[in-house]
């Protein structure tokens, strides 16, 4: 099992990312995935999943409205649409299969003018 993240960078307050995880061993539409975010000095902390029949997705209450989480399942891949990004957002993001507590190595974002 491995997860890759990617899409980080930095971004302008009000500003879009999208971040990318692409599995491999194993796939995506069997299993419940999550994004989470460590900021420095914080502990992780869940940003949003989706059921492994995406039937259901939940967010933190501080991304509500502004991110959606999504799979592309032909692209073995669970992405994090992050829309009008604010400086608190910084953090490095974080992909996780739910089931056995898989982690990817993490992405950084930065929200800063």
């Known amino acids: 099992v491995q997860l890759v993240e990617s899409g980080g960078g930095l971004v302008q307050p009000g500003g879009s990312l999208r971040l990318s995880c692409a599995a491999s061993?194993?796939?995506?539409?069997?299993?419940?995935m999550s994004w989470y975010r460590q900021a420095p000095g914080k502990e992780r902390q869940l940003v949003a999943e989706i059921t492994w029949d995406g039937g259901r997705t939940n967010y933190a209450d501080s991304v509500k409205g502004r991110f959606t989480i999504s799979r592309d399942n032909a692209r073995n891949t669970v992405n994090l649409q992050m829309n009008s990004l604010k400086p608190e957002d910084t953090a490095v993001y974080y992909c996780?299969?739910?089931?056995?507590?898989?982690w990817g190595q993490g992405t950084q974002v930065t929200v800063s003018s």
């Open positions: 996780k299969r739910n089931s056995g507590g898989y």
């Open positions: 061993g194993f796939t995506v539409s069997r299993y419940s």
